[in-house]
């Protein structure tokens, strides 16, 4: 078994609900995009890629408080990447069961590989498969449908020149032999683009409803367009009811669904309000949330979340209250954060938080994530040290974290969750920094409170220094901490203001 290079673990503590906390990240384990997190009992289990051998397929297990139990390797040696699908980690009886997408040459040769495992992340069996002969798959999301069977869906690539992309859903049993196939195009088939499916919902009526989200390009004509897709079909069969394209205010990108069990959906996509200037890349979304019917009709629909930056969402899942959840990333200008939004079925805000590992100046992204049976979330997904301070020769590391119910990734923060990326905390200046153990922090005269504290804490999330900032500018003077890195935070009572790390040398 590989051992850990990086653990900068910070188990947060318990609170008074027995609430456990994580917040840790890895440098063998995982770093690649889409890792897929599964919570059974008292285990998290995670599949990712390597980012240190990006053929390199790993199943990890950790406790509730972050200690690694169990690391299982599997490389395909004939394989450029292997990408982990972000909703494919399934249990199913005893056995655990995953997807990934093995890429060889390029974007358009690819195949799916699945994987049944015992309890100790033995494999049982696996099988590669190719996809129909009109495109090679891309897999998104994996849902069983009954015991000996389940839905899986994603895209093909179909035409290299166009870069088309076709919405493809298939029924496996679980022997991972096909039952029934299906690849549906877009309606625009005279540009670029075409369908990404993102999402399963089995229904209660027969039916799975699979979407994501759909993009038209032309580059000479400067046409890029994008819209939200969902497309019905009979479970047993695989025919097609409908497929339905929401565009313009109805939607822009990735869309979700859940079966609410009465003939209805409740369904959440984003809806692109601003791109940047001279690009097709958008900068800035709201969340459209509504309810279609079984004809894929919108009954109502509604704004939530937040209205700025850009909300990319993965998932929409309902929590054990009745209430809804998603999490994902808001990318604001200069800024890239992962956070976690709770609503109610109206649409009605509950918390919306913002997450990251130690400095808020780095870039993270939480890609999968899954109630716990205390009504916690675990997340997990890529961390980004972007000022390369924890290593200079690395930057992406595996991350790993969970909140309590009310979204906290803290003992003490029960309150509503406060809007991210507040305009003061890039203001306060923290310099020289690093440092020899003396550092000046100097606070902006509109953003200056009189309950200001700034607190230290090394790398195992002991406090080393606590002291108040009665003006402006004060120092703070770490001599006798051993040369290494920190965590620096300036609080206004419960609240965080500003964090970043600071470097003793």
């Known amino acids: 078994m590989k051992q850990l290079l990086v653990t900068l673990f910070l188990v947060l503590g318990f609170s008074s609900l027995a609430q456990t906390y994580i917040n840790r990240i890895d440098s063998i384990i995982g770093g690649r995009p889409a890792p897929s997190v599964l919570v059974e009992d008292s285990l998290i289990i995670v599949s990712s890629t390597s980012f240190l051998n990006f053929s390199e397929g790993q199943f990890s297990k950790y406790d509730f408080k972050g200690n690694l139990v169990q690391l299982k390797t599997y490389e395909d040696t004939c394989v450029f990447i292997t990408e982990r699908c972000r909703d494919c980690l399934k249990k199913k009886g005893i056995n655990y069961y995953m997807a990934a997408t093995n890429f060889y ?185 509504g309810l279609l019917d079984t004809l894929g009709n919108v009954l109502w629909d509604t704004t939530t979340g937040p209205k700025e930056g850009l909300f990319e969402y993965h998932d929409l899942q309902r929590t054990l209250d009745g209430n809804l959840y998603m999490a994902g990333a808001r990318r604001m200008p200069k800024a890239y954060r992962s956070v976690g939004y709770k609503f109610t079925p109206q649409g009605d805000s509950i918390w919306f938080r913002d997450y990251y590992y130690q400095d808020t100046t780095d870039i993270s992204y939480i890609w999968s994530f899954e109630e716990t049976a205390d009504s916690g979330f675990v997340h997990a997904g890529i961390f980004v040290d972007r000022n390369k301070t924890l290593d200079s020769l690395r930057i992406q590391y595996s991350w790993l974290f969970k909140t309590d119910k009310y979204g906290c990734p803290v003992q003490n923060c029960h309150t509503i969750g406060v809007p991210a990326f507040k305009a003061k905390a890039p203001l306060i200046a923290v310099y020289p920094n690093p440092s020899t153990g003396v550092f000046t922090i100097k606070i902006p005269k509109e953003v200056f409170a009189t309950n200001l504290e700034v607190q230290v804490y090394n790398t195992t999330g002991q406090r080393v220094y606590a002291k108040p900032l009665p003006q402006l500018q004060s120092a703070i003077v770490l001599h006798g901490q051993p040369p290494g890195l920190y965590l620096l935070t300036i609080r206004q009572g419960s609240e965080v203001m500003h964090s970043q790390k600071i470097r003793v040398e």
């Open 105 to 289: 040459l390029g974007n358009n040769n690819t195949e799916v590989v699945f994987q049944k495992l015992d309890q100790n992340l033995d494999t049982i069996y696996s099988k590669k498969y190719h996809g129909i002969k009109s495109g090679r798959p891309f897999i998104n999301a994996l849902q069983f449908d009954t015991d000996s069977s389940f839905i899986a869906t994603g895209y093909l690539y179909r035409d290299s020149v166009k870069s088309k992309r076709n919405l493809w859903v298939a029924r496996f049993d679980t022997a991972f032999n096909v039952l029934w196939e299906k690849s549906l195009k877009d309606q625009h088939q005279a540009l670029n683009g075409g369908y990404y499916a993102e999402d399963i919902c089995i229904d209660a009526y027969g039916s799975v409803l699979v979407s994501g989200r759909g993009q038209i390009v032309d580059n000479g004509a400067q046409i890029f367009d994008y819209y939200s897709v969902t497309a019905r079909l009979n479970r047993e069969t695989g025919d097609l009811y409908w497929l339905k394209e929401f565009t313009g205010p109805e939607g822009s990108g990735n869309m979700f669904v859940l079966d609410e069990g009465d003939g209805t959906y409740l369904f959440a996509r984003p809806q692109y309000l601003q791109v940047f200037p001279g690009t097709s890349t958008p900068i800035r979304s709201e969340i459209r949330f």
